[in-house]
């Protein structure tokens, strides 16, 4: 399936901005099963210094800074992009998750696909007790791993409510995991933080829903805005697989990632520094429209430019 991809992020301030510098995770890369056709970033105003540079977990990363007044700040990202994933092994045919903990916690690799960087707390991610035996209920004795992430992935589905505005992006997993509500990044975060908690590898992932979904098939949460979801290593097999908690299904040709990292922190779309004073609003348009022909996803980042 190919898509057209529209992220349009909006930042309207109280007062003049004199400076600005700052970092935006928005151009999407080439990965397994995905295939970047065309992507550009505009900046409004124009920036007075802009580079690129990819990040340690091999996401495209755009630094600039604009050094003239300024009221409102407007990033576009627009994009082609292929997606075809494989599926996932049947979930009893992975190995048992006390093989997977053994496997990730021998581990020397420390390249950025490793599992020893999706083991231990990180800046959003802390590992509460009660996380940890929530998810360890999916997790009897010799359960293959996936089946065991796939039932935590449903339960959280089941367990907890879709609600925009009971969190926020500084959310902790305790307090959402206490409310049992908030939306997808929380829902993300609790699952990492629960499968961390019996040293299961897992990683947090940034990206998109198709907007429209196929005929017959239910619109799925998370459309026409940023979505986030979860990657899980079942050994050095079946490696990472992706599981989205808020739908309660795995990820697939439906899901466009953009990023991916340890957690919200690793992959936040604009960071930045602001000279100034007042508050600011923020307003974010996201389109992911299907188009017609195969997808043809592979590896490589031919056409990508930013």
Known sequence: MIYRLCQETLYSYAGPVPF????????????????????TLAIDPAPSERRQSIDFFGNRVTHFALDRSHDRLTVRLDAEIAVA???????ETTPAFELVRAAAAASTDLGPASP?????????????????????????????????????????RDDFAYEPGATDVTTRPAEAFAKKAGVCQDFAHVMIAGL???????????????TEPPPGCPRLEGADATHA???????????????????????????????????????????????????????????????DGPAAADTGAEGEDG
């Not at 600005?20 to 992507?39: E, K, N």
Request: net charge neutral; glycine share 8%.
């Open 20 to 39: 600005s510098r700052h970092i935006a995770r928005m151009l999407p890369t080439s990965r397994t099963g995905q295939r970047v056709v065309t992507a």
């Open 85 to 91: 994933r494989v599926a996932p092994p049947p979930a």
């Open 116 to 156: 020893i960087h999706a083991l231990f707390a990180s800046p959003a991610i802390d590992l509460p007790p009660a996380i940890t035996r929530y998810a360890a209920a999916s997790f009897a004795a010799d359960r293959p791993v996936l089946a065991g992430a796939a039932e935590l992935m449903t339960r959280i």
């Open 196 to 210: 961390r908690g019996l040293s299961l590898p897992a990683r947090y992932v940034s990206g998109y829903l198709r």
């Open 229 to 291: 979801w979860v990657e899980v290593w079942c050994g050095a097999a079946a490696g990472w697989i992706g599981l989205d908690p808020t739908n309660g299904i795995y990820a697939g040709d439906d899901h466009i990632v953009l990023a991916v990292g340890r957690d919200y922190t690793d992959v936040s779309p604009l960071d930045g520094v602001i000279f100034a004073y007042g508050d600011h609003t923020i307003e974010v348009r996201v389109d992911v429209i299907p188009l």
